[in-house]
């Protein structure tokens, strides 16, 4: 049995995710980032987290290169960064853009509601995105409310 993919992205736009921008640097020292709502965490102990990459992402095979990434969990009032990071500009993402050096070196975003510096432990293929698996070396969480991604557009948690 095969489930059509507009059946597929109708069911699976019914599950709410946080929006992330993630960020690396290459060996060059030059900024990468994207937007990820495919994100969530894998291990407790050790601390893992997973990031889901599209293979013809701008960013994908310099990700696979790059021994440690950041991933900037976005707050309601981001929804603007969030589109910057996924818009078809990727040499002009961060002009303008406010974030400090993380340990590593990859851009932590400024007002985020939490980053993660993570160091990449693997990485696998899995249909037309590839599953990076990093280990959290770092994470600092701030006071505010999440930008969620639900049924297609952007969303914000009413408490």
Do not use: W
């Not at 993630?22 to 291990?43: H, I, K, P, Q, W």
């Amino acid at each position: 049995m095969t489930i059509d993919p507009d059946t597929f992205r109708s069911v699976l736009g019914r599950f709410a995710s946080g929006i992330t921008v993630l960020t690396a640097r290459d060996d060059n020292e030059n900024d990468y980032g994207m937007t990820v709502s495919a994100f969530c965490s894998v291990s407790l102990v050790p601390p893992l987290v997973l990031v889901c990459v599209d293979r013809v992402a701008s960013m994908h095979d310099m990700l696979l290169r790059a021994s440690h990434f950041a991933v900037n969990i976005l707050a309601a009032h981001q929804e603007a960064l969030s589109r910057r990071f996924s818009g078809p500009d990727e040499h002009k993402r961060f002009d303008g853009v406010g974030y400090e050096r993380g340990q590593s070196g990859a851009a932590l975003l400024d007002d985020a509601l939490a980053h993660l510096e993570c160091r990449l432990v693997a990485h696998h293929g899995a249909g037309d995105h590839t599953i990076v698996i990093g280990e959290v070396e770092s994470a600092t969480p701030f006071a505010d409310r999440p930008l969620l991604y639900y049924r297609g557009g952007y969303a914000q948690l009413e408490r």
